[in-house]
């Protein structure tokens, strides 16, 4: 029990600068309506993502079973430009239980900003059973005809993280950094052509 006028919350603000935390709650997730989830789906299956079967619908596009047909294969009309908005991306993690109402992300100008809740274990010390805000800025554009990744940083309770505990990796382009070694960054920034993220919107250009 809690002695009389005792802040449980006293150590943590002191431990975080002194600042008083306001922890907090999970956040609203985003629900598409169904023709916006079927645009998603569609744009999905471009990049080869099989997403979760939507509830029947008089209007729903083409299924698996009826695109399952001889056909003469043919690329040149296949589209290689996908827009992904703020609230479909918003959509799509509302669709990963785990993930609803715990992560939301923000698309401005060559930024994909993201926003996540962390629930901390009842046993870890001081922050025990509390939840904090963490936030991260990931610049995304297209630059000297490669595409640039570069984390601009992560804060937790509104208190930047020094760059030494991020493995100095803040402000790294790290495509330009780990690209060369081959992997994951050298196969991505071959297969795309452009990168453009605006107010809202994320375009990805893919190349032939």
Do not use: C
């Not at 990049?47 to 029947?56: E, R």
């Not at 729903?60 to 609230?87: A, C, I, N, Q, V």
């Not at 959509?91 to 992560?103: I, S, T, V």
């Amino acid at each position: 029990m809690d002695r009389p006028g005792y802040d449980p919350d006293h150590r943590s603000r002191y431990l975080l600068g002194g600042q008083d935390l306001h922890y907090a709650h999970d956040f609203k997730q985003v629900e598409l309506s169904r023709k916006e989830q079927q645009q998603l789906n569609s744009k999905l299956k471009l990049l080869g993502y099989k997403p979760a079967p939507a509830a029947p619908s008089a209007d729903k596009p083409e299924t698996d079973s009826e695109w399952l047909r001889p056909e003469r294969y043919d690329d040149t009309k296949g589209k290689r430009e996908l827009f992904f908005t703020e609230r479909e991306l918003n959509g799509l993690l509302a669709n990963n239980r785990d993930l609803a109402k715990k992560l939301a992300v923000d698309l401005s100008d060559d930024m994909v900003s993201a926003r996540l809740l962390v629930h901390v274990d009842p046993d870890f010390p001081i922050l025990g059973g509390k939840t904090l805000r963490v936030s991260a800025g990931v610049e995304a554009a297209f630059h000297d005809k490669r595409p640039v990744i570069r984390l601009r940083g992560v804060s937790v309770m509104g208190i930047p993280v020094p760059n030494a505990w991020l493995g100095g990796l803040k402000n790294v382009d790290l495509i330009g950094e780990f690209g060369d070694a081959g992997g994951f960054w050298a196969a991505f920034a071959e297969g795309v052509k452009d990168i453009q993220v605006e107010d809202g919107r994320l375009k990805i250009s893919l190349k032939e």
